[in-house]
């Protein structure tokens, strides 16, 4: 069983800057892709960021040039680094770990952390 926890959420002004935090219980460069998901109330889960194996990132249009993913190997731990950020990006973060198999997908996830920026 896979277990992640995520830390470093809390309350931030807009325009301030968090790091999250996700450390898993296997070794992270077993993971296919690891990612980073939020929940604002009343909506749908977004993805908001994601590495590969490979080191390939993606993020969504809205974080582009604001949020950084990464990871360190060493510490089976993926970051996401937060800039600039704005009331629109309050919500759960959550971290998010997925295995692909010839013939299946499995994802797992945390538990979830709670970044809240104030205007």
């Known amino acids: 069983q896979v277990q992640l926890v995520e830390s470093g959420g809390g309350l931030v002004q807009a325009g301030g800057s968090l790091r999250l935090s996700c450390a898993a219980s296997v070794r992270i460069f077993s993971i296919n892709r690891a990612a980073w998901y939020r929940q604002a109330q009343g909506k749908q889960r977004e993805l908001v960021a994601g590495?590969?194996?490979?080191?390939?990132?993606d993020y969504a249009d809205s974080v582009k040039g604001r949020f950084t993913i990464s990871r360190d190997n060493a510490k089976n731990t993926v970051y996401l680094q937060m800039y600039g950020l704005k009331p629109e990006d309050t919500g759960v973060y959550y971290c998010?770990?997925?295995?692909?198999?010839?013939?299946?997908?499995?994802?797992?996830w945390g538990q979830g952390t709670q970044v809240t920026v104030s205007s």
């Open positions: 590495i590969t194996s490979g080191g390939s990132t």
């Open positions: 998010n770990a997925r295995f692909l198999t010839t013939w299946s997908t499995n994802d797992y």
